[in-house]
């Protein structure tokens, strides 16, 4: 019905920068929420950011002043910028998409997730 896929993960040093790409394709005639969650070895998966139709967003403490979600809402698509990204953010990150509505304006009863992309920081 929906899906996500994730682009532009991979191996970058401490205080490098990455930028993350997701796509949403399928049926779909609006999303309201799209974001990033990232899960490392062991542990559980957790909010990176989110961001809604109208723009408004929210950050994880971990990625505040470091990270920036922005979206297309007429191309489905969400972004994550990753600037001065330390060993702790490396993670599977993984696209989310809440609260999508169907080109048959039926709402979908749960969210969609990607693949995931691979992040690894290390020198």
């Known amino acids: 019905q929906v899906q996500l896929v994730e682009s532009g993960g991979g191996l970058v040093q401490p205080g490098g920068s990455l930028r993350l790409s997701c796509a949403a394709s399928?049926?779909?005639?609006?999303?309201?929420?799209m974001g990033w969650y990232r899960q490392a070895p062991g542990k559980q998966r957790e909010l990176v950011a989110t961001?809604?139709?109208?723009?408004?967003?929210n950050y994880a403490d971990s990625g505040k002043g470091r990270f920036t979600i922005a979206r297309d809402n007429a191309k489905n698509t969400v972004n994550l910028q990753m600037n001065s990204l330390k060993p702790e953010d490396t993670a599977v990150y993984y696209c989310?998409?809440?609260?999508?509505?169907?080109?048959?304006?039926?709402?979908?009863?749960?969210?969609?997730w990607g693949q995931g992309t691979q992040v690894t920081v290390s020198s």
């Open positions: 989310n998409a809440d609260g999508i509505v169907g080109a048959d304006m039926v709402a979908y009863e749960a969210p969609y």
């Open positions: 399928g049926s779909i005639f609006s999303i309201y929420a």
């Open positions: 961001i809604t139709n109208g723009g408004s967003t």
